[in-house]
């Protein structure tokens, strides 16, 4: 495992890499937390490479701004380019498979493969967020510590870069022509409604769907072999393919 630093615009981002074989980046989720994807890049990096990266503002990154989705997959594009990967698959958790997605669509040329984890799909929609609310309330939620508080800015500044994203015109148009390997996966108790995912996915004609029964949010605290058995089949799938 090394860690080291990637300078884009004046902001110094934090990464860390392990493992080997083709490159695979793992994007958290918030936005604005600090990188919680080790234990799932411990699960795959006898089979990929996998480069971790936390968002300007979050974590051991530097605070510069803009925190918007397009510096976040300017970011993005200078790890690949400082790592010296001509393309990588690239999976995300909650909001940062969102993140993924937009990767994808921006940089389809570097996109080997796609893998979106409980996110919660291109929408703005009142009764989602009523129905998260009150699932939230009661059930509750453990999420894994990061060492590092959460940064509420880069928060309201990337879902409101997000929001704005998902309005464009051609959007769905443009998901509909993604045409890498594409895993969706998702937990049963997950506090947010999986709708919107699996709208996303079934847009995505090279797209899988994968239900992990009584998994929530962070499907590895409770559920890690179960995810650890479909991102593996999918990344050798995928390599199958690539090769």
Not at 171 to 200: E, K, Y
Request: charged content about 20%; some cysteine; hydrophobic content about 35%.
């Amino acid at each position: 495992m090394e860690e080291r630093y990637v300078l884009n615009q004046e902001a110094r981002l934090w990464t860390c890499s392990q493992g080997n074989g083709p490159p695979m980046l793992l994007c958290s989720g918030g936005p604005g937390s600090a990188d919680y994807l080790g234990p799932v890049a411990s699960m795959v990096d006898d089979l990929v490479f996998t480069i971790r990266c936390e968002q300007r503002g979050c974590g051991r990154s530097s605070r510069e701004g803009p925190y918007d989705l397009k510096t976040t997959l300017s970011d993005l594009e200078s790890v690949r380019k400082s790592y010296g990967i001509d393309g990588w698959i690239v999976a995300g958790h909650s909001w940062g498979a969102n993140l993924a997605l937009a990767y994808a669509m921006e940089h389809a040329v570097a996109t080997r493969g796609l893998v979106y984890v409980c996110g919660n799909g291109a929408q703005h929609d009142v009764d989602w967020r009523e129905q998260y609310k009150s699932a939230r309330a009661a059930q509750g939620e453990k999420a894994p510590e990061t060492g590092f508080p959460g940064n509420d800015e880069v928060n309201r500044e990337g879902n409101r870069a997000w929001y704005d994203y998902i309005k464009k015109p051609d959007f769905f148009r443009r998901i509909a022509g993604i045409r890498v390997p594409t895993l969706f996966v998702h937990g049963t108790r997950d506090v947010r409604p999986v709708w919107p995912a699996q709208q996303l996915a079934a847009l995505i004609r090279s797209s899988a769907d994968a239900s992990i029964s009584g998994a929530a949010h962070y499907i590895w605290l409770t559920h890690g072999d179960e995810l650890r058995s479909v991102l593996r089949n999918f990344i050798k799938q995928t390599l199958s393919q690539s090769g």
